[in-house]
């Protein structure tokens, strides 16, 4: 899918343990806003685990979590601020994609931090 088509997916929002984590391969800081906070977003090319006990893997792109609810009134209750969170954290993994040319090919998830599936053209 195109960097544009990625960010119009809808959110996929959970504590998704699918595709866990294998290997980091490079990791990279973003420096962003979300909801007008600065924030720091970790981005990670990573081999993603699949199948029985992870016998198999692929490529993938993961973010670190980003949390602004401390920064709101009432600690951001009520806030929907995870819809911020995820919404910047997929604008990392945008950035992170554009500048190493990888493709995104599948959104595993997007909050509490972001998972992609990649192909490294």
């Known amino acids: 899918m195109t960097f544009e088509q990625y ?4 959110l996929k ?7 866990p984590v294998i290997e980091t391969l490079h990791s ?3 420096n962003l806003k979300c909801k007008g906070f ?7 090319k990573v081999k993603l685990g699949f199948g ?10 993961v973010t670190s979590n980003i949390s602004i609810s401390d920064k709101l009134p009432l600690g951001g209750f009520n806030s929907s601020c995870h819809i911020d969170e995820a919404t910047t954290m997929r604008e990392a993994i945008t ?3 554009k500048k190493h040319n990888i493709h995104i090919c599948n959104i595993v998830n997007d909050w509490w931090s ?3 599936i990649v ?3």
């Open 38 to 44: 600065d924030v720091i977003v970790t981005v990670s």
């Open 114 to 116: 972001a998972k992609v």
């Open 95 to 97: 950035e992170y994609c």
């Open 119 to 121: 192909n490294v053209l």
């Open 13 to 19: 929002i959970g504590f998704s343990q699918s595709f």
């Open 52 to 61: 029985d006990n992870n016998k198999y893997n692929c490529t993938g792109v």
């Open 7 to 10: 960010k119009e997916q809808p």
């Open 28 to 30: 990279e800081d973003f």
